[in-house]
């Protein structure tokens, strides 16, 4: 479980987050939307103790994360996986050693077992083949594939999504919502960051909607639609608008079935 209490950042006194208290449960998926700049990708960072809040405590499986040294964090880390919005895949390597990069870290396989583990990994996001070639050879879709394929390898407990389907045309975009759904069915603890509504529907059990730092509401998709102050957040009243939306498609699409 991951708890963040009274979490606040500020850079050069503006505040980024403010006193945000979200709780992230195991095996399940946590969406955290909000508009561009509202500090959803600012907490993926905090979790993974990239950045140190000013105020307040995060707890990874009830270990205070907040001011232990990286040497102290690594053990932690090695049960977490983030798949960044822009790959962060190294153009020199090809797509195996792209997605065997940190296995190296987190299990001591030999290169025969290292092979295996790619090849399974690559199955699973379907790029079977593709081992041989470079990122500059993939379509964007392809390359989140490789991404999230690098971030199971080592088969991590958490994994972290930072907007996974932004920039993806609508096909691919499918696709890789289909990707996190299956990782989730593993058991695996995932945190989605989007802005992109039909996708968080799409993958969400928990929802937190973010904006200007501070969490607005949280729970399920059922529990915000049922807020009576929406009107009060834009961003909640454009979620209930297409969750709305969203549901008669699925109803209409259930009927023709």
Not at 250 to 255: G, I, N, P
């Given at each position: 479980?991951?708890?963040?209490?009274?979490?606040?950042?500020?850079?050069?006194?503006?505040?980024?987050?403010?006193?945000?208290?979200?709780?992230?449960?195991?095996?399940?998926?946590?969406?955290?939307?909000?508009?561009?700049?509202?500090?959803?990708?600012?907490?993926?960072?905090?979790?993974?103790?990239?950045?140190?809040?000013?105020?307040?405590?995060?707890?990874?499986?009830?270990?205070?994360?907040?001011?232990?040294?990286?040497?102290?964090?690594?053990?932690?880390r090695t049960k977490m996986a983030v798949v960044f919005q822009g790959n962060a895949l190294f153009d020199s390597l090809n797509v195996?050693?792209?997605?065997?990069?940190?296995?190296?870290?987190?299990?001591?396989?030999?290169?025969?077992?290292?092979?295996?583990?790619?090849?399974?990994?690559?199955?699973?996001?379907?790029?079977?083949?593709?081992?041989?070639?470079?990122?500059?050879?993939?379509?964007?879709?392809?390359?989140?594939?490789?991404?999230?394929?690098?971030?199971?390898?080592?088969?991590?407990?958490?994994?972290?999504?930072?907007?996974?389907?932004?920039?993806?045309?609508?096909?691919?975009?499918?696709?890789?919502?289909?990707?996190?759904?299956?990782?989730?069915?593993?058991?695996?603890?995932?945190?989605?960051?989007?802005?992109?509504?039909?996708?968080?529907?799409?993958?969400?059990?928990?929802?937190?909607?973010?904006?200007?730092?501070?969490i607005k509401e949280s729970g399920s998709i059922d529990s915000l639609l049922e807020e009576e102050d929406g009107a009060n957040s834009?961003?909640?009243?454009?979620?209930?608008?297409?969750?709305?939306?969203?549901?008669?498609?699925?109803?209409?699409?259930?009927?023709?079935?």
């Open positions: 479980m991951i708890e963040l209490e009274n979490v606040s950042l500020a850079f050069n006194g503006n505040y980024v987050l403010r006193n945000v208290n979200l709780t992230i449960e195991n095996g399940k998926t946590t969406v955290i939307l909000g508009p561009s700049g509202a500090g959803k990708s600012t907490i993926i960072k905090v979790i993974v103790g990239l950045l140190k809040p000013e105020n307040g405590s995060v707890k990874i499986d009830g270990v205070n994360i907040v001011g232990l040294s990286d040497n102290e964090l690594f053990p932690l195996e050693e792209n997605v065997a990069y940190f296995l190296n870290e987190h299990h001591a396989l030999s290169p025969a077992e290292t092979r295996e583990r790619v090849k399974e990994c690559l199955s699973f996001v379907n790029l079977d083949g593709t081992e041989n070639k470079y990122p500059e050879e993939l379509s964007g879709g392809m390359k989140k594939r490789v991404a999230i394929a690098r971030a199971i390898a080592f088969h991590p407990d958490i994994i972290l999504y930072d907007e996974p389907t932004t920039g993806l045309d609508p096909v691919n975009s499918e696709v890789i919502i289909e990707m996190i759904n299956k990782i989730q069915e593993r058991g695996a603890t995932s945190v989605v960051v989007t802005h992109i509504i039909k996708d968080a529907i799409a993958v969400g059990d928990k929802f937190a909607v973010i904006e200007d730092g501070k834009e961003f909640l009243s454009e979620i209930k608008a297409e969750a709305n939306l969203y549901n008669k498609v699925l109803s209409k699409r259930e009927e023709k079935v």
